[in-house]
């Protein structure tokens, strides 16, 4: 059974940092982790972060320069690195990941920016 599990969320003030986790139970060579997306209360979930290509990857204007996406093969994992956060940033936030046709999620972790 292919899981997603997201972790590294918390509360921070507005200027500070957190790095999410998403860990898959099964190979990351056998499950492509296309990236993070977030869901704020009330709005539609949106992409954060994504890899296009090996090495290529994609941020939302919103996020560019702040947040980076990045992955360790040996461990299952990607990430998503955030910085200088805002309230603005406050959500749920997933990854997603593709494989043999089929999308996964994780559960979610919330993120909460205090002004």
């Known amino acids: 059974q292919v899981q997603l599990v997201e972790s590294g969320g918390g509360l921070v003030q507005a200027g500070g940092s957190l790095r999410l986790s998403c860990a898959a139970s099964?190979?990351?060579?056998?499950?492509?982790?296309e990236g993070w997306y977030r869901q704020a209360p009330g709005k539609q979930r949106e992409l954060v972060a994504i890899?296009?290509?090996?090495?290529?990857?994609n941020y939302a204007d919103s996020v560019k320069g702040r947040f980076t996406i990045s992955r360790d093969n040996a461990k299952n994992t990607v990430y998503l690195q955030m910085n200088s956060l805002k309230p603005e940033d406050t959500a749920v936030y997933y990854c997603?990941?593709?494989?043999?046709?089929?999308?996964?999620w994780g559960q979610g972790t919330q993120v909460t920016v205090s002004s």
């Open positions: 997603k990941g593709r494989s043999l046709r089929t999308d996964y």
């Open positions: 099964i190979s990351i060579f056998s499950i492509n982790i």
């Open positions: 890899f296009i290509t090996s090495g290529t990857t």
